[in-house]
């Protein structure tokens, strides 16, 4: 049997709907390219009717599904079509509430064919907002989306790096962690594998968070790596599991990431600069996290840590506490003479 050179991985859980738009926008592509191309649908032991999508999917191109026994967890269902359950040369795992345009699919394919010293590629994406599709109220493809721009990475052109040249937040803000955006050689890749524990609670650690870039920082540091500029693919926020946790992701989880990258050898001055621009967009973040108000992720944050990670960055971290903790000591205030709290930061 042949080996496909590009899989294409699909984990899902009790998303039907959306499967069925991502599968229907790739597979009559699929089909025109197959066995160059697989499609391997992950399912996370889901209650809707996910299989049956997948089974009328089949009449529009092929397509693999696998059934999880039980509910893995989002992380070790996302692991598993990388370490497993996907057999091509190059491994490209999107979200199962994302669309891959037929042209990205076949640009990628070039740059497999035409760069055979590249292990990492960059498949640049065009966000959109879930509303821009259920605007449609119907079956959608990538077609009913023709506008390229803007794009999650500026830049137009193609290029060749090296891989951590790209970790970069002009390329992607959360330095490679766009899974959509990652196009990986299957054999690199699977030179390092992420043990989760059983007992950790999704976002509590690093790897429940970001495993794909604890095993990229492994396996792709100082390889040969490729810029697609051209928007492959379409990214719809909104309906994500972890939106919630947004906050801690920016706060501690993305400076985490940060620091593993310098721990498997990316140079400190870059990851600095990275630093530094996650710092100034951290603001709100850590407003939100340190209000009174309910933020998922919270007991998994500190102050300490936050701090520790930016101790680069102490004058930028003085100036973003101050205010808050200004306000936190006029909240306490307000609330020992009993009157009601402020409810702006502003000229707190």
Request: hydrophobic share 40%.
């Amino acid at each position: 049997m042949t080996r496909p050179v590009l899989s294409i991985g699909i984990p899902t859980y009790n998303h039907a709907p959306l499967l069925k738009s991502a599968l229907y926008s790739i597979l009559p592509t699929v089909r025109e390219l197959h066995p160059l191309v697989e499609v391997v649908v992950s399912d996370n032991c889901s209650t809707d009717d996910t299989e049956a999508v997948v089974r009328l999917a089949e009449a529009w191109g092929p397509v693999s599904y696998v059934r999880n026994e039980r509910n893995l967890g989002m992380m070790r269902n996302l692991l598993q079509l990388y370490d497993t359950l996907l057999t091509g040369t190059f491994l490209w795992v999107i979200g199962d509430d994302d669309l891959i345009r037929p042209e990205g699919i076949k640009r990628v394919l070039k740059v497999i064919e035409t760069n055979p010293e590249v292990d990492y590629i960059f498949a640049n994406t065009s966000p959109r907002h879930e509303a821009d599709r259920t605007a449609f109220n119907r079956l959608v493809n990538s077609d009913d989306f023709p506008d390229l721009w803007p794009a999650k990475a500026a830049e137009r052109g193609d290029y060749a790096a090296t891989f951590e040249a790209l970790i970069d937040p002009k390329v992607d803000e959360t330095f490679l962690g766009s899974i959509m955006c990652s196009v990986v050689r299957a054999s690199r890749w699977r030179e390092h594998q992420i043990q989760l524990s059983g007992e950790a609670q999704f976002g509590s650690t690093l790897p429940e968070s970001y495993p794909n870039i604890m095993i990229l920082a492994q396996t792709m540091v100082n390889r040969k790596a490729y810029y697609i500029g051209y928007p492959c693919s379409i990214a719809f926020w909104g309906v994500q599991n972890w939106s919630g946790y947004q906050a801690l992701y920016v706060l501690l989880r993305m400076q985490e990431a940060l620091e593993y990258y310098a721990h498997c050898g990316v140079e400190r001055e870059r990851i600095e600069r990275c630093r530094a621009d996650l710092l100034e967009r951290s603001g709100p973040a850590l407003w939100a996290m340190l209000r009174p108000d309910d933020v998922q992720g919270r007991e998994y944050f500190s102050v300490l840590r936050f701090i520790y990670l930016n101790r680069y960055h102490a004058r930028k971290i003085y100036q973003m506490l101050l205010p808050i903790l200004r306000y936190r000591l006029k909240s306490l205030l307000y609330q020992a003479v009993g009157r009601k709290r402020p409810d702006k930061l502003a000229n707190s």
